[in-house]
Every structure is written in C-alpha cells, then in structure tokens.
C-alpha cells in the first residue's frame, strides 16, 4: 500500500495545489472516501499537517543545531569515534 510513496511523481500529486490554495486538505479527504486509497491519502494529509503545525509553533527554533528544545549536547572530538563513523560502524542501525 505505500510502496510508491517514495516514487520521484509523488503520490497523489495535489501538494503544490494544497501549498497555493487551490484546494483543500478536507476537498482531497471528502473527494478520496470510498476509494482504495482512502486511508494512505488520510495519513498523508494527517502527516502534512503535523509538520505544518509544527512549524507554526516552533518556527526557526525547529532547526536549530540544538532542536526547539534547546538542548545542549557536548561535542565528541574522539578521533576513534570518527573514524567508527566514518567506517559506518557506530553500532547503531
């Protein structure tokens, strides 16, 4: 069911006409109900708008080094964990 999400066309090709004003989140709901691919366009319309509010509430503070919360995390200069990083062996997946 989401294996083309990922596609270069995109998926259900109406996010620039939704970024523009041209038609609504709830147009694309109502018009996707009874569909096949009613809850994949559902999920995608709830994602969309997490990030959007997300940036409302945080605005540039959501990209900052240290994240909206403003948390300090030390810097390691270890040059052995450099080069685990750079032999793609941190131990984590």
Known sequence: QWANLSRPDGWTKVSHYLAVGCISAREIFERSAGRRNHAGVAHRLM???????????????????????????????????????????????
């Not at 409302?56 to 240290?66: A, H, K, N």
Request: hydrophobic residues 45%.
């Open 47 to 93: 994602w969309r708008e997490w990030h959007r509010l997300n940036a409302v509430l945080w605005g540039r503070r959501l990209f900052w080094l240290q994240g909206p919360g403003r948390i300090e995390r030390p810097w390691s200069k270890d040059p052995a964990l450099v080069e685990a990083w750079r032999a793609g062996k941190t131990g984590v997946p």
